[in-house]
Nanobody, 124 residues
């Protein structure tokens, strides 16, 4: 089991950048494939980006490609999401999640552990 805590959300203007962080509670963080998801009111939670345990493989939703970068520092038990060129459609609660699977998955059910989320609001 692992607890995840996100931080870094806030209110920004369109075109600005934000970096989200997700800290895992244990050194076992390195054994999990990690993902970022987001959710807006009335919509289902959607995959944003994922990263493998230790070989640097990444995967992005089409909406994130070219603007967001996922990374991790296993020595600090921390996952990051660098978000550039933000637009109003990026407004959502962003959550990190951990999966015991080797491959990066885009479906919610493949992730066993979730953080509480951090709000990102982008104004025009």
């Amino acid at each position: 089991q692992i607890q995840l805590v996100e931080s870094g959300g806030g209110l920004v203007r369109a075109g600005d950048s934000l970096r989200l962080s997700c800290v895992g509670s244990k050194d076992t963080f390195r054994y999990f494939t990690m993902g970022w998801f987001r959710q807006t009111p009335g919509k289902e939670r959607e995959f944003v980006a994922g990263i493998s345990k230790n070989d640097g493989r990444t995967s992005y939703a089409d909406s994130a490609k070219g603007r967001f970068t996922i990374s991790r520092d296993n020595g600090k038990n921390t996952l990051y999401l660098q978000m550039d060129s933000l637009n109003v459609d990026d407004t959502a609660v962003y959550s990190c999640a951990a999966s015991i699977l080797i491959d990066i998955k885009m479906t919610l059910g493949e992730y066993s552990y979730w953080g509480q989320g951090t709000q990102v609001t982008v104004s025009s």
